[in-house]
């Protein structure tokens, strides 16, 4: 099994103010909303699909649709335990005149009213991996000249990504030049900030990692990663639905090696994040 591909959703700067009403909230004009069926056996997949003013998700569990909704990393949403082993399939569509980047708001209302989603906001420490430069300085990679178009400014950005057997990995397109890619044994990612390149790195490893850089910018890098750090990615995207076959002969080096070569260093500490606290979700949604 291989990751295949990989949507960019949203990015963050800081969590949606959940004061927000409902009826302030955009909504998609329909929507249908049902568990997902089990993969077939040797392929599971799971990711988000837009074409046009459709909208798809498959298989991806409760806690990925809260994460897309509020801009977050799956860590940050603290609730029963089904919200990472249950998966749900979403199909909608979008009305006419919106944009995508209404779509985490969409989310957001339809998870209010299928599944009566409430929650709120808090604060708690966690152990993390602070994204620092290291003691020689950065060795950053500006990217080429004719990429002219302006970079989104992304912190945190909600991957999704398909798992098939047999397939090669994918790329996840940020707009304006910038982008991510996933491959067996590498990451590529073209023109990102050092927020965006946090989170990337994040989906590899067992603990959340925040840029402590204070390095502004956007930049090109190209890391390999371990086959055990592609097994975290893959687990994490599919909430734990997906799990690689060890494979202790795969190529790669650790991203913790890759990264120090641009003059980076990802270093263990502790932090206070922002979370999202689940006060009340219904575990069946209520009918199309």
């Not at 392929?43 to 991806?60: E, P, T, W």
């Not at 919106?98 to 299928?114: F, G, K, V």
């Not at 390999?224 to 750090?229: C, I």
Request: no cysteine; net charge neutral; aromatic share 6%.
């Amino acid at each position: 099994m291989t990751v295949a591909r990989g949507l960019l959703l949203a990015l963050l700067s800081s969590i949606v103010a959940f004061g927000q009403s409902a009826s302030a909230r955009p909504e998609f004009e329909v929507a249908s909303v049902k568990k997902s069926a089990p993969g077939a056996a040797g392929q599971v997949n799971i990711g988000v699909h837009i074409d046009g003013a459709m909208v798809r998700y498959s298989s991806l569990p409760m806690r990925s649709y809260i994460r897309m909704a509020y801009r977050v990393s799956d860590y940050q949403v603290l609730g029963p335990d089904w919200l990472a082993t249950e998966n749900f399939d979403i199909a909608a569509k979008l009305p006419e005149g919106a944009t995508r980047a209404q779509i985490p708001e969409m989310i957001q209302s339809l998870l209010a009213e299928r599944f009566k989603l409430v929650l709120h906001s808090d604060k708690k420490e966690f152990a993390v991996y602070a994204l620092v430069v290291a003691k020689n300085g950065p060795k950053l990679k500006e990217p080429a000249p004719d990429s002219s178009a302006e970079a989104s400014p992304g912190a945190n950005t909600a991957v999704d990504v398909n798992v098939t057997a047999g397939r090669g990995g994918g790329v996840i397109d940020m707009g304006h030049g910038s982008s991510i890619g996933y491959g067996r044994d590498r990451l590529e990612a073209k023109k990102v900030t050092l927020s965006a390149l946090a989170f990337a790195v994040e989906r590899l490893l067992d603990r959340p990692v925040v840029d402590m850089t204070g390095i502004s910018g956007t930049y090109d890098f190209s890391l390999e990663y371990s086959w055990d750090e592609l097994r975290s990615l893959v687990r994490t995207s599919s909430g734990g639905a997906t799990e690689l076959p060890a494979n202790p002969d795969a190529p790669g080096n650790s991203i913790f090696t890759s990264v120090a070569a641009f003059g980076l260093k990802l270093e263990p500490r502790k932090a206070p994040i922002e979370v999202l606290v689940v006060d009340r979700i219904e575990r069946t949604p209520t009918e199309n």
